[in-house]
């Protein structure tokens, strides 16, 4: 490992901080953590470095005061930054609009288009923007870099970014597909792409986390995707609806007499498997199941469900398909999600071998997991998606 060039990444959610440190070359970690629950009284952290791992419950009351103790951490537990060798501070930024296709090094300027895009990515952007201009006042020696996950989606062809929605309504609010996940859509399709030896494949990318997304990718470029103007269209989610007729929101309003305030809590965090099942980890969603629960059995089939269309609609959009990749928490882990998700699927070539499903390694390494002769190749991709933000930071500087 080299002692110069490493990557401090920092991803900052509404109440989180996630970083690693780490050297974009090789991909050794040296240093990773997460302070969650900011601004909650209690709240968590955790880092570690090397085989050590320490937690603290501190209150901690702002994303700035959450670095302080970050970079506190990395004073008296290590590594010490000074020697780390940081060339660079990647930051993760969800939502880079039309004028972001790629990475960039972050001024002022930069800053300030991150915030005026803050109306169409209301719960990211902001504390996007809080743990950059945090970091750059810790950390001001180190060019600092913001990775958008839109990026990967900013040339969707148009017939699939637009929304059939009154056309001067979009354009005064920029209203569009934007998509999210690029990151890892990008990083997964890479890495398809490099095992399987061809640049022409026609794929779809399932990042099945607490966040779900699909692409569907042909030759390297993101075709369709199904994340929309925020994280919450597509995919049933760990907490989100997905898809939702918006007639819903009219109906709430009117019979429901919810504000709107209460319907974006609603449709982003107490629906999805935690709202039909009652949790969000698909794990004990999973097990329920198994036992026979009702609103945990029906959790997973509406899941399943709506990954199977998106399956075969994008399918369709692109003609056809050579490879699909599951990645994430659940796309990773889960031998059952992925066995009822390509379940009957062999009219479009798709043939799962049972046993290479239920014998994934959680190694870190792909692995294919189609019959032999399968048309179309199914893996199982792990994600990395501070990686891939460290080795495009690197790329920027
Ligand atoms: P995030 O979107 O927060 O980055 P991850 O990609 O780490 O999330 O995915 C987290 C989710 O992965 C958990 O909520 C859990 O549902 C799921 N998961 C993790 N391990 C397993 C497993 N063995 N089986 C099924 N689901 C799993």
Redesign the pocket.
Known sequence: MSAAGTVLVINSGSSSIKYQLLDPRSGVVLAAGLVEKIGEGEAQVKHTAGAETTRQTREIADHEAGLRVVLELFGQIGPDLSGAGIVAVGHRVVQGGRRYSAPVLIDQAVEQEIERLSPVAPLHNPPNLAGIRVARELLPDVPHVAVFDTAFFHDLPTAAATYALNKEVAEAHRIRRYGAHGTSHQYVSEQVSATLGREDLRQIVLHL???CSASAVVGGRAVDTSMGLTPLEGLVM?TRTGDIDPAVTFHLVRNAGLSMAEIDDLYNKQSGLKGLGGH????VI?ELAEQGEPDASLALDVYVHRLRKYVGAYAAVMGGLDALAFS???GE??PIVRRRALHGLEFLGVALDEDRNEAVQRDGSIQVISAEGSEVTVLVVPTNEELSIAQQALAVI
Do not use: K, P, Y
Request: avoid cysteine; aromatic fraction near 0%; glycine fraction near 28%.
């Open positions: 986390g607490n966040g760990g969000n980890d698909m794990r999973e994430a928490g659940v882990n889960s």
